[in-house]
């Protein structure tokens, strides 16, 4: 009984052993002569770079077009920012913007930035902004964010400076309103680039503020 026994152990270890190789030497074999397809395949050789679009459009501008995002401030909270051709030009961040209208010039031609500056439209003196206007010429594109209040010091000169500019809204443009633009001098018509919100107690998304606004497009660039 018990050499029995052991001949039976011995054969049941046998098929175990013999059972393993050929399920191993199966697989092995499948492996080599089945190939899944390279994207279901681990990681690739090679690192897949996703494009994405100057200043995060939500797609490319074409040839001899710029890109540009303007994003107004938040209440009295957060300042705006601007992006032009993927550079942020102006943000809390770069510590270069404040309360009013903040403005970018920028070369209409190349994309350069050629100067920035913010006016307090509460407490400042709207002259200076009357000259900042006066000083732009046909070859800049002119970039605007407001934050907090950017119309309760703007005065009937400002206002026209900004509609030769190409705004439909700055003749009516008042305290704490929301307002992003770009425009150019001279347009021949009204810029296609601008929002505007009017501060209204019943449809401000904060309390004494409406909500901030996010223009963002394609310009094309000047010719001369």
């Not at 098929?15 to 697989?27: E, P």
Request: charged share 25%; with cysteine.
């Amino acid at each position: 009984m018990r050499a029995s026994g052991v001949l039976r152990l011995l054969a049941l270890i046998f098929a175990l052993v013999t059972t393993w190789m050929f399920i191993r030497t199966y697989i092995s074999f499948s492996m080599k002569t089945i190939r899944l397809p390279r994207w279901l395949e681990g990681p690739a050789s090679k690192e897949i770079r996703v494009v994405k679009s100057k200043c995060s459009l939500s797609k490319p501008c074409p040839k001899d077009y710029f890109a540009f995002k303007i994003c107004s401030g938040a209440a009295n909270v957060v300042g705006p920012s601007m992006c032009f051709e993927n550079q942020v030009i102006m943000s809390p961040v770069k510590n270069n913007v404040g309360r009013g209208l903040n403005i970018a010039l920028i070369n209409g031609s190349v994309g350069t930035m050629l100067r920035h500056s913010y006016f307090d439209m509460y407490s400042g003196d709207p002259n200076e902004l009357v000259k900042f206007l006066k000083e732009i010429s046909g070859d800049m594109l002119v970039l605007v964010a407001s934050y907090d209040d950017p119309g309760t010091k703007m005065n009937d000169e400002a206002r026209k400076l900004f509609s030769n500019l190409g705004s439909s809204y700055a003749e009516q443009l008042g305290f704490r309103d929301s307002w992003v633009f770009l425009g150019t001098k001279d347009i021949k018509s009204k810029s296609p680039f601008e929002q505007f919100l009017k501060n209204d107690p019943k449809t401000n998304k904060y309390e004494g503020w409406p909500e901030l606004l996010e223009l963002e497009g394609c310009v094309p660039r000047k010719v001369y």
